[in-house]
Structure formats: structure tokens, C-alpha cells
């Protein structure tokens, strides 16, 4: 079980920064953290290394973690305990993650650079 706690804005993008420094993957599957909304409750483990956002409007946004195999945990507390209830993500090993979680893809859109994976919407069935 990973422990979440709730964070400051700037505390999550702070580590948000740091984990998008230290992975391109992270870099390539989050937006930046200065585009995150200043209205969504924020999360992070106690080692800052994972966190995600609530939007006002229930969407899970900014997913991360650079331990690996700490994604199903933060998906289900995002879920059962902070109200997440939609997100989009890139096409790839993230739709089939948040399936598993109750997500279903609701939109598939191209993504605006060519070549790059779609941009897929899910909400809770």
C-alpha cells in the first residue's frame, strides 16, 4: 500500500518538475507543471516521488511516479478517495492501465504531432 497525502500546488509541481527531469517518460506522458490548474487538489507520497492532481471537474490529471509499480495504488486512491472520475492520457500502456482501474475510452483524437501516439479520453463506466 502506498501512502498519499494531500499537497500544496507548488509542492506537487515542484516534484512534478523533478520527475519529468529524471525521466523522459514521465516528461512525454505529463503536461508541464506549469500548466497545471491552479484549482485542482493535489497529492504525493511522502518520498515525492509520485503524485497526481483532481481537477475541480474530477479529472485525474498529472499522474506520475518513478517507482515503478506504484501506478495501480495511486489510481485506486484517486478513484475511491479523491473523486477522479475521467482523464485522457497517450494511446500506448496507459488505457490499458486505467481500464483496469473501471475506465472505459469514451474519445480517441490524433494527436497534434505527427507521428505521436492519439490522445485517448476515459471516464468511470
Keep these: 500500500m502506498t501512502y498519499i497525502y494531500p499537497a500544496s500546488q507548488s509542492e506537487y509541481t515542484a516534484a512534478l518538475g523533478l520527475a519529468r527531469s529524471e525521466s523522459e517518460r514521465i516528461s512525454r506522458a505529463t503536461s508541464a507543471p506549469e500548466e497545471m490548474p491552479g484549482d485542482a487538489r493535489y497529492y504525493l507520497t511522502a518520498d515525492l516521488q509520485s503524485g497526481f492532481g483532481v481537477a475541480a471537474d474530477g479529472a485525474l490529471i498529472g499522474l506520475f511516479s518513478t517507482v515503478q509499480g506504484r501506478g495501480d495504488d495511486l489510481i485506486t486512491d484517486a478513484v475511491t478517495h479523491k473523486g477522479a472520475t475521467h482523464l485522457d492520457c497517450f494511446d500506448g500502456y496507459l ?16 494527436n497534434w504531432v505527427s507521428g505521436e501516439p492519439d490522445v485517448v479520453f476515459m471516464a468511470l463506466r
Design 95 to 110: 488505457p490499458g492501465l486505467y481500464k483496469r482501474h473501471g475506465f472505459i475510452e469514451t474519445e480517441r483524437v490524433p
